[in-house]
């Protein structure tokens, strides 16, 4: 079986890297090729099975990111949230522009390949009142989520037309999400939780009671995965997903992380920022993600269960990535 990761150097698309690279397959086959590719080549990777990295902009994607025979493809470049805010043209350009370019490079292998892309949240509205069903409408409320909603659009239609096998996953915001804080709107989220768990001071830009959609890496990783495996037959025409994530209150987070390491709350100090409050408060609180389940995408766990992960999985790393 042969994979590429675009945005391979980023944080899912390295987390999924580590997972192929640890088990050598995928849904049960084995792998014989990961073409990883990001704006700058990603770091290389020990596996059992050869590895490319290459660097370069999605917007012109190269066909050697996408060699012949490919089988899997992870779309998970992008320009995030806020920073798709602050510049429309880069948004457009590889949020947008990102699309075409794979599917045409698609179009030129002779078997159509599965293609998973990261759709977000932020492609719904709705705010902290809303519990969306699994058809309610995509109506985004800043320039990311559009760009997310209009490619999901443009790869069902490839895949409609047999150049691609696509299923779109509209990811809850990932936390906790290891390294520094980044340009996303919601970079709070996980920041609230993982700077003081680092023995930091974070600032919160929204009240305690606001309630955001999430999931940890760990289960937006093994849905990817699973996305990449499944029997795509069973999603008929609608090829997007709103996998089983958690609803839960920042304060709901503050509770679960005080719980594993006491003292840390005292680190977080309310910075209320009408422009992140903005963004953020556009994104629906939760979903009812009934359809994925019955597909197989297992429902996320509880917050312990999460900052858990963290502990286990990104404290040290984290530590390390920012030589603390
Ligand atoms: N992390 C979250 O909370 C979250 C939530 C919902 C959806 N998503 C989506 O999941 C995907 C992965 O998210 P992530 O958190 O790993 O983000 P990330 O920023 O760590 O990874 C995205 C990667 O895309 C690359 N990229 C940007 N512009 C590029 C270009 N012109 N050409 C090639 N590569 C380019 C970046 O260098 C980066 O490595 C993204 O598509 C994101 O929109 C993420």
Not at 249 to 271: C, F, N, T
Request: hydrophobic share 50%; proline share 7%; aromatic share 6%.
């Amino acid at each position: 079986m042969k994979i590429t990761i675009l945005g391979g150097g980023g944080f899912l698309g390295r987390k999924i890297a580590d997972h192929l690279a640890r088990t050598g397959a995928l849904g049960g086959c084995a792998i014989r090729e990961l073409t990883l590719f990001d704006i700058h080549a990603p770091a290389p990777l020990d596996a059992p099975f050869n590895v490319t990295c290459i660097g370069g902009d999605i917007a012109e994607l190269p066909q050697a990111a996408i060699p012949p025979e490919t089988d899997v493809i992870f779309h998970l470049a992008a320009v995030v949230s806020a920073a798709a805010e602050a510049d429309y043209e880069l948004g457009r350009r590889v949020n947008l522009r990102g699309n075409d370019a794979l599917i045409d490079a698609c179009r030129k292998l002779a078997k159509p390949p599965r293609v998973v892309f990261t759709s977000s949240v932020a492609s719904f509205s709705g705010g902290q009142d809303a519990m969306l069903a699994d058809d309610a409408r995509q109506m985004p409320g800043n320039s990311y989520g559009a760009q997310k909603a209009a490619a999901e659009l443009i790869l069902s239609d490839a895949s409609r037309r047999g150049f691609i096998d696509v299923v779109n996953i509209r990811l809850p915001t990932i936390c906790i999400r290891p390294g520094a804080p980044n340009k996303a709107a919601s970079s709070f989220v996980s920041s609230v939780v993982r700077e003081p768990l680092l023995g930091l001071t974070t600032t919160l830009p929204v009240p305690e009671s606001f309630k955001v959609w999430i999931a940890s890496p760990a289960f937006a990783t093994a849905w990817l995965l699973h996305a990449a495996a499944m029997d795509t037959s069973l999603l008929g025409t609608d090829r997007g997903l709103n996998p089983p994530g958690l609803c839960a209150s920042v304060g709901d987070m503050l509770d679960a992380m005080e719980r594993a390491m006491p003292g840390a709350r005292a680190l977080v100090q309310a910075a209320p920022d009408a422009v992140i409050a903005n963004i953020v408060g556009t994104w629906p609180a939760a979903f009812a993600a009934t359809r994925a389940p019955g597909l197989g995408f297992v429902r996320h766990t509880d917050l312990d269960a999460l900052i858990a992960e963290f502990l286990a999985n990104d404290l040290e790393p984290t530590r390390m990535m920012r030589g603390l």
